[in-house]
């Protein structure tokens, strides 16, 4: 689980539209390096660039056996991002309840006279 | 809505704690720049530049009325974000299920010798 602050890297690690893609390829179930990298015109080693940024932020994890690496997501990686993000659609949502409340409290027959 | 190519901005606008804290502070609701300028340790441009960024990103929404701006939240602007993230975990929840057939059919006794 990220911190408040790691959301920062998670949040810029996201803001990159390869490493979006990256993570819905993904999606599909885990993947090796080089096979990631094949539809993108970049180096190898730009794509393990954007895997470290990845895994630093909790996003995937890889795995080395033998001589190949395999990344997969994960998913509690994404799990604070969501909730904050969340946490605020909520919160207006709230608001708005609350508002409604205090209009119908001030002005009772608002309601009244709309249902004539 | 934000198109794909957007998420960028507004992923990026997420990644700065002062910004997180600043839609935090408008989940409340509406704002004036100046109310929102003052738990701050910084210059009310250096706030304003970082409402822009998140108007510019379609998270919040400003109203200028005489001298007087005052921001709220946009919670349309964190839909696709929300949506992106969501898709992920979904992904991955499919390939477990996925994976849990596969291994079902193939290995059809396993789930027998557990219920000894």
Chains 1, 2 share one sequence.
Request: with cysteine.
């Amino acid at each position: 689980m990220l911190k408040y602050s790691e959301m920062d890297g998670a949040f810029k690690a996201l803001a990159e539209p390869t490493r979006r893609s990256i993570l819905e390829r993904l999606g599909a179930g885990p993947a090796t390096v080089s096979s990631l990298a094949e539809p993108f015109d970049m180096t190898i080693a730009a794509v393990i660039q954007h895997l470290q940024v990845l895994e630093g932020c909790g996003l995937i994890r890889t795995e080395k056996l033998g001589r190949v690496r395999t990344c997969q997501l994960e998913p509690a990686g994404f799990d604070p991002l969501a909730s904050w993000i969340e946490a605020r659609r909520m919160q207006v949502e709230r608001n708005l309840d609350r508002l409604g409340r205090v209009l119908n409290e001030k002005y009772p027959s608002r309601q009244a006279k709309r249902k004539k």
